[in-house]
Each structure stands twice: as C-alpha cells, then as structure tokens.
C-alpha cells in the first residue's frame, strides 16, 4: 500500500506551480513512497546514546589565537596612499 497519493502528488505539484502528466505523478508517487519508506526505516535507529551534534564531520576550530600585535607604523602605512589627512585616508565624496 502506498503513503502518497496521486492526488497529493498533483497537489504539490499545483502548489509548486508545475505541470505534470499521469505518468510523471505516478513515478512522483513511487519515488515519494520510496523516501518515505526509507525515513521509516531511520526512525527505527536506536539512537538513545548518540549525542546531538551541529555537523556530520568533526570539524574543529583550525584558527590561531587572536593575540594583539603592533601594527606598522602610521608614516609606512600612509607613505602610498594618494590623498591622506591626520593618519587617514581620504576618498573624494560620493554625497552631495
């Protein structure tokens, strides 16, 4: 016995705005079926002591410490910058 319908099939469909023959509802019906058989078949999984967890892999954080250094000196910085004024750049104005 199927889960789907063909009219829910065709329902979806409409819902999304596509157009779909007999024979693409009933291969949407048989595929469905098939998905839902098979999220059947995990909530049968025991998974009592899996603990939770935001990704598939073990991803761990690979970034350095975010320790405070001295930057370059305000004179280097500036020394190729075409328009600057007190340590700053200056860019022409874009408002009126």
């Known amino acids: 016995m199927s889960r789907i ?10 819902l999304a705005r596509l157009a779909v023959s007999e024979e693409e509802a ?4 048989n595929q469905l079926d098939a998905m ?3 999220a059947e078949q995990l909530n049968e999984l025991d998974t009592e002591d899996v603990k939770p ?12 410490e975010d320790i405070p250094e ?3 000196p305000i004179e280097e910085v500036m020394k190729n ?4 004024k007190d ?3 200056r860019v022409p104005s874009i408002i009126e």
């Open 5 to 14: 319908s063909i009219e829910q099939v065709k329902h979806v469909a409409h």
């Open 26 to 29: 009933e291969s949407f019906k």
């Open 36 to 38: 839902i058989t098979f």
């Open 53 to 64: 967890t935001t990704h598939v892999l073990d991803v761990k954080n690979i970034l350095r």
């Open 70 to 72: 001295k930057g370059l």
């Open 81 to 84: 910058a075409p328009d600057a």
């Open 87 to 89: 340590g700053h750049f």
